[in-house]
C-alpha cells in the first residue's frame, strides 16, 4: 500500500509527463481500484464527477487510461505503469527525428530577412524553469562567461546534477568561464573539475552573502534575483551595459577574490 508520501513523490513525477495533481490522482486510484467507473472514482477521490470525467477523458488522450464497455455501461482501467517507459521511448524517437530536421529548418528561418532589433533587449524569466532557460542561452556564446552569483541558492534551486551538467555541456562546447563564488561545498567541487570543466574559479569571503547574482556573456548580462518567491533573471542585451559589468563590477571583484 502506497504512503501519502509515495502519492505525492508520484504526483510531482507525473506532472513532467504533462499529468496536473487531479489527472495523478485519478490515475494512482484506477491502479488501485483496477476497472472502475467514473462514478466509483468521484466517490473515491471525493471529487466533483465532472472534474474527474475532465481528468479521465485528458488520461485516456495521454495514453494513461483506456475505456473498456460491457453493454451499454462504460468502465475506466489504468494503463501498466510500463506506459512511462514507453512514453519516454517515444520522446526519445521524436527528439531524434527532431534534431535531424532542426539544422535545416533552423537554416531556412535564418534565411528570412528580419527588421534588426531594438539596442537594447530586456527578458524576465521567473522561477527554475526561467533560470534554466537563461543557462541554455549562455550555452550559444563560444565567448568567456562570467559568473558571480550565490551558488549554494543557485544550485539547490537548479538541482546540483542539472548545474554541474550544465558546466559538462559548456565545456564540451569549448566555452571557458570564469567564477566568483562565495565559500561552500559546491565551489569546490566545481573547482576540483576546473579543467574538466575549463573554469577558473575564485572565492570572495562576504560578511553577508546575497540572495543575487549575475551571469554575463557577449552583450548580455543576466541579473538575478534568488530569494524563496522571488526568484528572477531580467536579462539585459546591451553592449555598454554589458561592458560595464563586465570592466567595472566583476572584473573590479575578481581582483579582489582569491583562488581556493
Known amino acids: 500500500m502506497i504512503t501519502a508520501t509515495d502519492k505525492l513523490r508520484i504526483v510531482a513525477f507525473l506532472k513532467r509527463f504533462g499529468c496536473n495533481r487531479s489527472e495523478s490522482l485519478v490515475y494512482i486510484e484506477t491502479l488501485i481500484s483496477g476497472t472502475t467507473a467514473v462514478q466509483e472514482l468521484s466517490r473515491k477521490l471525493k471529487q466533483n464527477r465532472i472534474s474527474v470525467y475532465y481528468s479521465v ?23 501498466n505503469p510500463d506506459i512511462l517507459m514507453r512514453i519516454v521511448g517515444r520522446r526519445h524517437t521524436e527528439l531524434d527525428a527532431l534534431e535531424k530536421d532542426v539544422g535545416y529548418i533552423s537554416g531556412l528561418l535564418n534565411s528570412i530577412p528580419t527588421v534588426k532589433h531594438e539596442k537594447t533587449v530586456v527578458k524576465l524569466y521567473e522561477e527554475t524553469e526561467g533560470f534554466k532557460r537563461m543557462l541554455e542561452e549562455s550555452l550559444q556564446t563560444k565567448n568567456e562567461i562570467l559568473i558571480f552569483s550565490n551558488t549554494t541558492a543557485f544550485s539547490k534551486m537548479i538541482g546540483e546534477e542539472h548545474y554541474e551538467n550544465y558546466f559538462a555541456r559548456k565545456a564540451a562546447l569549448g566555452t571557458p568561464s570564469r567564477i566568483i563564488y562565495s565559500p561552500c561545498a559546491f565551489a569546490e567541487m566545481i573547482n576540483s573539475k576546473m579543467k574538466q570543466y575549463r573554469i577558473d574559479l575564485r572565492i570572495l569571503k562576504q560578511d553577508q552573502v546575497s540572495d543575487s547574482g549575475f551571469y554575463l556573456w557577449d552583450d548580455t548580462v543576466s541579473i538575478q534575483s534568488l530569494k524563496e518567491n522571488k526568484r528572477s533573471c531580467t536579462m539585459i542585451e546591451n553592449k ?15 581582483k ?5
Do not use: C, S, T, V
Open 57 to 79: 477523458q485528458q488520461l485516456i488522450g495521454k495514453g494513461f487510461l483506456f475505456e473498456i464497455r460491457k453493454g451499454k455501461r462504460r468502465f475506466i482501467a489504468a494503463e
Open 240 to 254: 555598454d551595459i554589458a561592458d560595464f559589468f563586465r570592466e567595472n563590477i566583476f572584473n573590479h571583484f575578481w
Open 256 to 260: 579582489e577574490a582569491k583562488p581556493i
